[in-house]
């Protein structure tokens, strides 16, 4: 079901949100779109995955509140972050598109301003980004997502090679670059699928502007091997899958990075079997050690 119509001009830019199951959260990320400042119109589509929390009753609020700006798609059964993602995605017509989980939220009012800028002016990149804080939401710590020296430019080398490094929230994108290869669904790294449909067509500016903030949660330490195991496997498809679809050229750098989780698996595959392993490497007493000084020290 979808709630609101836009009436007024079509907008350039669709910032569009997934929820599930926020309500702690969501109203600071409507409230980080909905203080923009732009010269230009955009709206803003959230998908909410059925949640059973409060979410739904707050995002009903918003769009009472702001129906000229606020469309809902509202799920009748959960389909996963992958599906909610490509629901809202596609529920866009708009010439750019960023997208936001129900959690993060942004904290300059003229981020858009600022990416849709330097897009319109600078045809040959098919993205941009920027820095953003890193919130340790059980001790309260900030951080920069990225470090003050990183590059001003990348492309899909980086892309497909380096550390995830392009927070979901931080990237405006050309909609017409988004694909979802139709394996797309069987995956968890969503936005990591994204990324690499669009970095196929050009490369991604770097603002180094910190202009958001990401909500790092804690994972259950009593699955942590497995969701290892299971996020290391989903890159290798991923990439896998990708390798099928890009130029010739870009073989080698992704059968070096297939090798590498490749290695991940293997590690990770020992750790769930054997798992007092992690007792006999120093790493594991270099940790502890850290752990136990940060506690001293506080």
Partial sequence: MELGEMTVTSPLLSVCIR????????????????????????????????????????????????????????????????????RVIEASTAKYITCLDGDDYYTDKYKLQKQIDFLEENERYAACFHNVVVLNEKTGTKSLFLPLN????????????????????????????????????????????????????????????VMAVYRRHDANTSIQYANQLLINK???????????????????????????????IDFWEKEMKHPIRKWFRPKTYKRLVKKRLRKFCK
């Fill in 150 to 209: 990183f590059p001003e430019e990348v492309n899909a080398k980086d892309v497909i090679s380096k550390r995830w490094f392009l927070p979901i929230h931080s990237i405006v994108m050309r909609s017409k670059f988004i694909a979802f290869p139709e394996w797309y669904e069987e995956v968890m790294n969503d936005d990591y699928v994204v990324d690499l449909s669009v970095a196929l067509h050009g490369p991604f500016y770097y603002m180094s502007d």
């Fill in 19 to 86: 929820t599930y199951n926020q309500e702690r959260f969501v109203a600071k990320a409507l409230d980080g779109v909905l203080m923009q400042k732009t010269s230009f119109p955009f709206e803003i589509i959230v998908s909410d995955d059925c949640s059973i929390d409060g979410t739904r009753d707050i995002l009903l609020k918003y769009q009472r509140l702001f129906a000229d700006k606020i469309r809902l798609i509202l799920g009748e059964q959960n389909v996963g972050g992958p599906r909610n993602l490509r």
């Fill in 234 to 264: 989903q890159l290798y498809m991923i990439l896998d899958g990708f390798a099928k679809i890009y130029p010739q050229e870009y073989r080698s750098v992704f059968e070096d990075k297939k090798e590498y989780y490749k290695r991940e």
